[in-house]
């Protein structure tokens, strides 16, 4: 037996351990048989293992080149670099849905392993939940997308990878954005099981938020990166494209932004509780069309490299089921999750439940103009695209609203009322909104009005958050700044943190946005452009032989226009990739914080010249220095979290007694 | 003891329409009514540009497409370094029998061009030199191989990126030119 064959085995038996964990522990929470629940974790762990070595075989076979493999010779090729025959194993859609069942699989596993003072109960109802998302994945690896067929006649090499993904962004891009789509499904786990059960108290958040924060961190970062490859390696010079790809893994984002601040309140308050289940349900369900709609060929993107129709209907059967049967769930159960409204809108939770609200106003937006193109086409037969100019005109100036509430949020206090520090922060921000408001205006001419908002929101939010850290840490006659820096929530220092990071995020769009040069020109070795106070000599053109492609590339020389001190040298690329015959654009790129030099190389031969795109874009790494600044925010706040003792027993009884009294209630 | 609350069901009806819409677009595309990667050419009814292109043959004498009015054509992008090009070779030799195909060398030298046709033959009435690829961007060309259906009348017909495969041809190509005809 070969090692695929035992991987295929493998991949088969982790089918079965997910059927029994998805069934057992389920019936022995019912039964409240500890014996039967235990199996759960158990199950879950074998799961995990087999899916590892189904894996690992896998990746063992691509890096063999093993052409014998259908997946292997249709995705590799020998003259390809080992990093990429190893990324090449989730570059296609039978790998990459492998990797997608993995991380689940570990997500179970690590789930199964902590949480030892968790309600067992809940944990196991949870790790069924797991169970039956795993056994829906695995049936259609193995039913539809085995990636373990054979060919009967092996070819001599293979048929390569799409040399588009051939590249280090690549090779990390979708595993991070995997470990942010899955991780949404423990949150959705614990929504079903709290369906289940009923009980959904402040213990069950508090469980829950480490694992929300988790996702939310690694789904920041994957589309971060997502978006850092797209700058460049598509050569076009934007890094947000609001292509239907990009909206697939924003949505989930927003709705987990959304969970994450409305789980707060479920902890510290006891309130929105079925609100809160609701948005756990639509976070993971949103992942779910994030990573299959590309498959199911619904949609025309870039980023289509694995789609078929014909599995467009398994998948749609699993997002049916995993999304339907939830909401029959929550439309039966859901009323009993309801508590009695007590807030005021001018508190803490008032300011989340703000949050709440345009999060998922932006979701819908973006939601609509994801699918409304598609259902436009499914009505009159025209195929359209809204494009950048719907998504500036609704998405923008929601943000700009939740950016302006951002201030609020933290200076407010639970229940009702302000804390004594609101006065000082929403002056000092409104003053610096308005100094940055005045700056922008003297500095740049016929400043767009969506732009002056931008300039002034950065103002408002870097000011309140500076006063929110002042007033917090300032040292008092009572206690010293070491003191209050003691006593300062582990959670609040990373809200600060992800929150100064959006600061640096709109810094970077805003400073692009605002302040980029570009020029197009057709160019001969020799020629001189100048750009944003450069000037760029076209040296040569020469053609290069690389491992498995050939290269036009140009060298060109920065020199600054003014003293002529040299800067940089930049050689930009078209490649043509001989065994897949696909052209690609390598972008020459100088990235500095002050701003990224950016060239890039057309067509062209040495009579006629070359067409060369030249840019400078000023601030634009910030972008992904703000998004990295989020991510690092949401992992010390979730680090910081208080080790969870065991539950002591009043805790226990308490929420059986709220229940019970809400039952007599009804 | 389990309060029906109307309000709560709001997401699932939401869900269930979207579920249906995009059943429905899953079922035509899978009906082959609907191909997401297909873009229609722009140029399907117009006027086929007519881009001067050196010959092959001859660098002084200019392809004209102009030339060839009144009879239908077949106008083939295609380059000796494109292996699928290499594939419909015995295609185009089949066809050439039918009607007059011209060829476009795409970013091609005409070595390697010539070379090319020594080996895999020469279905083409004539060929003209597209080296820097700009009738490719005129033509708005996808890629190679591509193939375009050009009326008596000088109006593209019928545009195909990608190889012409048997089915291709029997199933869109032959119909098309019997329904010129």
């Keep these: 037996m070969g090692l695929t064959e035992f991987g295929h085995f493998a991949l088969i038996s982790a089918f079965v351990l997910s059927l029994i964990q998805s069934a057992v522990p389920l019936y022995g929470a019912a039964r409240q048989d500890m014996q039967l629940m235990l199996i759960g974790p158990a199950a879950a762990l074998s799961a995990a293992i087999a899916s590892l070595i189904a894996f690992g075989a896998l990746v063992t076979a691509f890096i063999r080149s093993d052409f014998s493999v259908a997946l292997v010779a249709n995705h590799s090729h020998s003259a390809k670099p080992l990093i990429y025959k190893i990324s090449g194993t989730w570059g296609n859609h039978e790998g990459s849905l492998l990797l997608w069942i993995l991380i689940l699989m570990i997500y179970g596993a690590v789930l199964a392993l902590s949480g030892r003072g968790m309600p067992t109960r809940l944990k196991a109802r949870i790790l069924a939940v797991q169970g039956m998302i795993s056994s829906g994945f695995l049936a259609f690896s193995l039913f539809t997308s085995n990636p373990f067929a054979r060919l009967a006649d092996a070819p001599m090499d293979g048929k390569g990878l799409n040399p588009i993904l051939q590249d280090p962004g690549l090779a990390i891009h979708p595993p991070m954005l995997y470990l942010g789509y899955v991780g949404l499904s423990i949150a959705f786990a614990f929504a079903v099981a709290g369906l289940i059960s009923g009980d959904v108290d402040r213990l069950w958040a508090k469980w829950m938020r480490p694992w929300i924060m988790a996702a939310w961190c690694a789904l920041t970062l994957g589309i971060a990166l997502g978006s850092w490859w797209a700058y460049y390696e598509l050569g076009w010079g934007g890094w947000w494209f609001w292509d239907p790809v990009e909206n697939a893994s924003l949505m989930p984002w927003l709705a987990a932004t959304a969970l994450l601040h409305s789980a707060i309140v479920v902890e510290k308050r006891g309130q929105l509780k079925s609100w809160t ?171 767009a009005i969506g732009a002056l908002a931008a300039v002034m929101l950065i103002g408002w939010l870097a000011a309140g958050i500076g006063a929110d850290i002042w007033a917090q840490l300032r040292p008092s006659p009572q206690f010293s700044l070491g003191a209050r820096w003691q006593r300062l929530p582990r959670d609040v220092l990373g809200m600060w943190i992800a929150h100064f990071g959006i600061v640096v995020f709109l810094l970077g769009a805003t400073g692009d946005g605002l302040f980029r040069s570009e020029q197009v020109v057709r160019a001969k070795p020799g020629d001189v452009i100048e750009i944003a106070g450069r000037e760029v000599t076209l040296l040569r053109v020469f053609e290069r032989q690389g491992p498995n492609f050939q290269a036009l590339t140009a060298e060109l020389e920065y020199r600054d226009a003014a003293s002529g001190r040299f800067i940089a040298r930049l050689m930009p690329e078209k490649r043509v990739y001989t065994a897949e015959r696909q052209t690609t654009t390598e972008a020459a790129i100088r990235p500095r914080p002050g701003g990224d030099d950016y060239a890039v190389l057309g067509d062209g031969d040495d009579r006629i010249g070359y067409s060369l795109r030249l840019y400078y874009k000023p601030l634009i790494s910030w972008i992904w220095g703000g998004t990295a600044l989020m991510a690092l925010g949401g992992l010390v706040a979730m680090t910081g979290r208080r080790r969870q003792s065991a539950p002591n027993n009043s805790e226990v009884k308490t929420t059986a007694d709220v229940k019970a009294m809400a039952r007599g209630r009804a | 003891m389990s309060r029906f609350r109307p309000s709560f069901f709001i997401p699932l009806i939401a869900f269930l329409g979207l579920a249906i819409i995009g059943g429905m677009a899953l079922q035509s595309t899978l009906s082959g009514n609907r191909n997401p990667s297909q873009l229609p050419s722009v140029l399907i009814g117009k006027a086929a540009p007519d881009v001067a292109l050196p010959l092959l043959q001859d660098r002084q004498a200019e392809l004209a497409l102009g030339n060839f009015q009144g009879q239908p054509l077949l106008v083939n992008f295609f380059a000796s370094w494109c292996a699928p090009c290499r594939a419909e070779a015995p295609a185009l030799e089949q066809l050439s029998e039918q009607i007059t195909i011209i060829g476009i060398a795409y970013k091609d030298r005409r070595s390697d061009t010539t070379e090319f046709l020594q080996q895999y033959g020469n279905p083409f009435t004539a060929i003209g030199m597209d080296i820097d690829g700009r009738a490719g961007i005129v033509w708005g060309v996808y890629g190679v191989p591509e193939t375009y259906l050009i009326d008596t009348a000088g109006r593209i017909q019928w545009r195909h990126a990608g190889p012409l495969t048997r089915d291709v041809i029997t199933t869109q190509l032959l119909p098309q030119m019997a329904e010129m005809q």
């Design chain 1, 277 to 447: 289940v609701l948005l756990a349900i639509l976070a993971f369900s949103l992942s779910l069309v994030g990573t299959f709609i590309v498959r199911s060929g619904l949609l025309t993107s870039v980023h289509s490299f694995a789609s078929d129709p014909a599995r467009g209907v398994f998948i749609l059967g699993i997002l049916l089921v995993a999304v339907g049967v939830p909401l029959i769930f929550y439309a039966w159960r859901g009323p009993r999750l309801m508590t009695i409204a007590d807030f005021n809108l001018k508190s803490r939770e008032g300011a989340l439940i703000a949050n709440n609200m345009l999060l998922v106003v932006a979701t819908a937006i973006v939601l609509l103009g994801t699918f409304y193109p598609l259902g436009l086409e499914m009505i009159t037969g025209a195929r359209i695209t809204v494009g950048p100019p719907y998504f500036d005109a609704t998405f923008n100036p929601v943000m700009g609203v939740l950016t302006v509430i951002m201030v609020f949020g933290p200076v407010m206090a639970w229940r009702r009322g302000a804390t004594p520090r609101i006065k000082t922060t929403i002056l000092a921000a409104a003053v610096a909104a308005a100094i940055s408001g005045i700056v922008g205006i003297a500095l740049v001419n016929d400043m």
